[in-house]
């Protein structure tokens, strides 16, 4: 298969955006994903530790103070190159957060990645934050992950140098034309 063939699509936005409602439209549609988190949560097994938020926001943070940066993203590298060899022509990444992983995906993948960010205005945000099945936030917890994500985490870079913004302030139905018809734009999906 020729490089050109490929696309990688990265999801970014910060919490509560809509970026796993925009993922699952795609998974749904039989692309693969790659889950920034699961190399943080196999860590996290291996280590023992229960899955909550405060476990996952520790490790984290001590998993890239201790291995670099760019501990998650040298797997995620790893993984779609695997599943490129293996034929795959699509393929989502679910977690991007730094400004360091866009650096390194963007230099091993210069012209198959395009970045979408995920945008919704924080009120909103919040609202579905607090309404959330698994792991709500009340809105104090959610500024503090906001603050977590920018500062610590370098989550702001990808979203401010994404190649497309959606915005998500809308329902369900409208939010997937809007995203799906952009999907179509870019040839990530069929038309």
Not at 165 to 182: G, P, R
Request: net charge positive.
């Amino acid at each position: 298969m020729e490089k050109k063939d490929v696309k990688i699509l990265a999801i970014v936005g910060m919490c509560g955006s809509g970026k796993s409602t925009a993922i699952d439209y795609l998974t749904e549609r039989k692309i693969p994903k790659i889950y920034f988190g699961g190399v943080i949560l196999k860590g996290m097994a291996e280590a023992g530790l229960e899955d909550t938020p405060e476990n996952e926001k520790k490790f984290r943070e001590e998993i890239r103070e201790k291995e670099g940066k760019d501990f998650v993203v040298k797997r995620v590298v790893k993984e779609a190159k695997d599943l490129i060899n293996a034929g795959q022509k699509r393929i989502v990444l679910d977690g991007l957060y730094s400004w360091t992983e866009y650096k390194i995906l963007r230099q091993e993948f210069p012209t198959e990645m395009t970045v979408i960010a995920i945008v919704v205005p924080k009120a909103l945000r919040r609202k579905r934050l607090a309404e959330r099945p698994v792991r709500p936030f009340n809105a104090q917890e959610a500024a503090e992950r906001d603050k977590t994500e920018i500062e610590n985490l370098e989550k702001g870079g990808p979203i401010a140098i994404a190649d497309y913004y959606v915005d998500n302030s809308v329902d369900m139905k409208t939010f997937h034309e809007k995203f799906a018809s952009l999907c179509k734009e870019i040839g990530f999906l069929d038309a």
